[in-house]
């Protein structure tokens, strides 16, 4: 399947790394959400790593995006652990966010 806007690759032991790509729009995010969330339900995953690598800036609708995707994924006994945060997005996040998001965080994906 797929899913325009991301490039979601299984690395394992049911774990997968979802990579947005530029073209990922957010607007249209419930058919992207259950789109991702079926093919994760399909192969059995476990874990969704999400790699914000190449998002310098993470804004309110941003942030709207990542909760609700963690939040679908949990009601299906997924955990999706956001990695590879950059210094100025963990700044802005910090900045408007009132409580504890939905997903974890990680440096990276373990060894």
Same mark, same amino acid.
């Given at each position: 399947?797929?899913?325009?806007?991301?490039?979601?690759?299984?690395?394992?032991?049911?774990?997968?790394?979802?990579?947005?790509?530029?073209?990922?729009?957010?607007?249209?995010?419930?058919?992207?959400?259950?789109?991702?969330?079926?093919?994760? &339900?399909?192969?059995? #995953?476990?874990? +969704?790593?999400?790699? *914000?690598? @190449?998002? =310098?800036?993470?804004?309110? !609708?941003?942030?709207?995006?990542?909760?609700?995707?963690?939040?679908?994924?949990?009601?299906?006994?997924?955990?999706?652990?956001?990695?590879?945060? &950059?210094?100025?997005? #963990?700044?802005? +996040?910090?900045?408007? *966010?009132? @409580?504890? =998001?939905?997903?974890?965080? !990680?440096?990276?994906?373990?060894?």
């Amino acid at each position: 399947m797929s899913i325009p806007g991301i490039h979601l690759t299984c690395i394992g032991r049911g774990n997968y790394l979802l990579e947005p790509l530029r073209s990922l729009n957010i607007q249209n995010s419930g058919q992207i959400m259950q789109d991702v969330v079926a093919l994760l &339900q399909q192969e059995k #995953a476990r874990r +969704l790593y999400y790699d *914000l690598n @190449g998002l =310098p800036v993470i804004d309110p !609708a941003y942030y709207d995006w990542l909760d609700k995707l963690a939040r679908i994924c949990l009601t299906v006994n997924i955990k999706m652990i956001c990695i590879n945060m &950059q210094p100025t997005a #963990a700044f802005t +996040l910090s900045s408007f *966010l009132a @409580g504890k =998001p939905a997903f974890a965080t !990680a440096l990276g994906v373990p060894d």
